[in-house]
């Protein structure tokens, strides 16, 4: 033992944190002193991203385009105030990795061609079950005729093609497993169907699992690895706990926390897997001080914590004279 009681060879880390050497071989110290977790509420923001390893390749020029949960749009926002290169947002807010994957399957395939359920009708207005509108006034907007809603809606893929064809880095928030699909060939809805249009016999809810998540994500990411090769792709998982949930027995908080560590896991599970597809720690971040990044509502972040979390991004992403 120290004169300080600590005991010989004890690596002492911020807040007293300490770990002693002496049960860790030679070889492995300089892991043990990276990796050793330091024992404080709040954990240190700063040790957050310092510990975490990550490539700088974002530049002001760089074409950035977000697509996810209400999270996603904080970011887009922040990106463009801040004069980042972001592009327009076409696919409003989405919340599963299927709805991502049909966003890709919607731009590079016929899907919409396949759809059982191709448009919701409500009040003579044509409109896009499974792309919320940007203006988040609901399902998108098509038409008031078949052939109208068709013609745009086949402009809205040739927009969305071109963008995700282009597109330097391409950010991927992670919102919830929760969904409500049509029976028949199993398509994600943007959210639930409209008591306009809701039929009990074809629609149902389901809960995404993990091997459900995973093959979203590996066809999302491998196809826009095929159709634009220099693409980067950066995930988050949303911090914005679920607003309600169809879930029996669980209730709406561990519903969430299911949903989120399922999203958790899958995400850096992915990013082990394909080099050009890397992780922002921003739920880390927010879920570490919930008192103060929640807004009153308990859902939604605060300014602060976008700005936390940018400040972040900029740590780990962004080129250090900010022109790639």
């Known amino acids: 033992m120290t004169q300080s009681g600590e005991p010989k060879n004890a690596l002492v ?34 040790s957050i991203i310092d510990d975490f390893a990550a490539e700088p390749f974002i530049g002001r020029g760089t074409r950035i385009a977000t697509i996810g ?53 409500m009040n003579g207005h044509y409109y896009f079950p499974y792309i919320k509108a940007a203006d988040h006034s609901g399902p998108l907007l098509l038409g008031d005729s078949e052939n109208t809603a068709t013609d745009q809606l086949i402009r809205y893929i040739d927009t969305s093609r071109d963008a995700l064809s282009h597109v330097d ?12 699909r049509n029976k028949q060939d199993l398509s994600a809805f943007f959210a639930i169907p409209y008591p306009d249009v809701y039929q009990p016999e074809h629609h149902e809810f389901y809960s ?24 980067n792709i950066l995930l988050s998982v949303s911090p914005i706990p679920l607003s309600v949930t169809f879930r029996d027995r669980l209730g709406p908080y561990v519903a969430t926390q299911f949903s989120k560590s399922l999203l958790h896991t899958a995400a850096l599970t ?16 927010v879920r570490n001080k919930p ?3 929640y807004s009153e509502d308990g859902r939604h972040v605060t300014k602060e914590c976008v700005g936390q979390v940018m400040a972040a991004f900029n740590k780990l992403y962004v080129e250090p004279d900010g022109v790639k």
């Open 169 to 180: 880095v391409l950010v991927l928030t992670l919102g919830l497993t929760e969904l409500w």
């Open 270 to 285: 992915t990013v082990h897997k394909y080099s050009h597809v890397h992780y922002m720690p921003s739920y880390e971040i």
């Open 13 to 46: 880390r911020g807040n007293g944190t300490q770990l002693n050497l002496q049960r860790v071989p030679d070889s492995l110290h300089a892991a043990a002193k990276k990796g050793t977790y330091q024992r404080s509420v709040p954990y240190p923001e700063a």
């Open 69 to 121: 949960s209400c999270f996603a749009q904080e970011l887009s926002g922040w990106l463009t105030r801040n004069d980042y290169n972001c592009l327009p947002n076409h696919w409003g807010v989405v919340y599963t990795p299927k709805s991502i994957e049909q966003i890709i399957r919607l731009s590079f395939e016929d899907w919409h061609q396949e759809l059982a359920e191709p448009f919701w009708v």
């Open 208 to 231: 995404m699992t993990f091997d459900d998540v995973m093959s979203s994500l590996q066809y999302s990411i491998e196809t826009l690895r095929k159709v634009n090769p220099g693409i």
């Open 291 to 293: 008192v103060e990044y």
